[in-house]
């Protein structure tokens, strides 16, 4: 797998935060968001599938429980689209005038949920990011990692489940895989979270995570 392309053009950075359902990614946003503003980074938060009016639209189809089977293809594509609005009308134009981008979940998800728990084939995947994309790739990925039975006792504390989060638990234990994967195939660009310790914990980890992409800032 190759290097990632920096996709900074003034220095802001594109940041993301994955893990599998229930892992504390809305909670440690916050913290991100907080930990930016007192350093004094110009930034924005967003999501994926999202971000946009359009995209937003996507992840509601997407994410509603239905009685029709969703097509695996059908769910990637429109992923996909998603993300190629989101890209062209917020996270580059956010980039280009200097402003940092923090994004809940991006590719990796689709990598992780359509590529590892769906079963598609990661090539499909990497020939749409190639189309989509071109080289643009998150500068930092944090990765939030627990044991799938923990995350989904969390998420199951929240009420109604989302279409993806009623899939069965072996779905999850091939995401969770498929991230740990990647994130092992390039370290220089992943930040490994224990996502299972308490809350002051996780984010000690994520703030020394913090301190270093900063650090690395040119
Ligand atoms: N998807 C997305 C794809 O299939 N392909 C793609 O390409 C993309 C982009 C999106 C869905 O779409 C799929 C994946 C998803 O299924 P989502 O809203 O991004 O949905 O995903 P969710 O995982 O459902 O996100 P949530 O916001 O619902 O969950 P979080 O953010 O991981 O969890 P959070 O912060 O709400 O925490 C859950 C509970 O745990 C507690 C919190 O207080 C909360 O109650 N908690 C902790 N408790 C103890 N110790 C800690 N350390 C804790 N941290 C959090």
């Not at 913290?31 to 359009?54: C, D, K, M, N």
């Not at 994130?183 to 301190?211: C, F, G, H, M, T």
Request: proline fraction near 4%; include cysteine; aromatic fraction near 8%.
């Amino acid at each position: 797998m190759s290097e990632p392309t920096k996709s900074n053009l003034n220095n802001a950075r594109f940041l993301t935060v994955e893990g599998v359902e229930g892992v504390g990614k809305t909670t440690n946003i916050t913290f991100i968001s907080a930990w930016l503003e007192e350093q004094g980074v110009p930034y924005i938060h967003t999501r994926e599938p999202g971000g946009t009016p359009l995209a937003e639209e996507l992840r509601s189809l997407l994410l509603a429980p239905r009685d029709e089977q969703v097509d695996a293809t059908a769910e990637l594509l429109m992923m996909f689209a998603a993300r190629a609005q989101h890209i062209e009308q917020v996270i580059k134009p956010a980039l280009a005038k200097g402003i940092w981008v923090l994004c809940d979940r991006f590719t990796d998800a689709t990598y992780a949920y359509q590529g590892g728990g769906r079963n598609m084939g990661f090539d499909k995947i990497q020939q749409l990011e190639s189309f989509v994309q071109g080289d643009f790739r998150p500068d930092a990925v944090i990765l939030l990692d627990l044991p799938v039975a923990v995350g989904l006792a969390r998420a199951a504390k929240r009420g109604a489940l989302d279409r993806f989060e009623q899939e069965a638990e072996g779905f999850f234990h091939r995401v969770r895989d498929a991230y740990l994967n990647r994130a092992k195939e390039n370290p220089s660009r992943y930040w490994l979270v224990d996502a299972e310790q308490s809350l002051e914990l996780v984010q000690v980890q994520i703030s020394n995570a913090l301190q270093k992409i900063l650090a690395d800032q040119v």
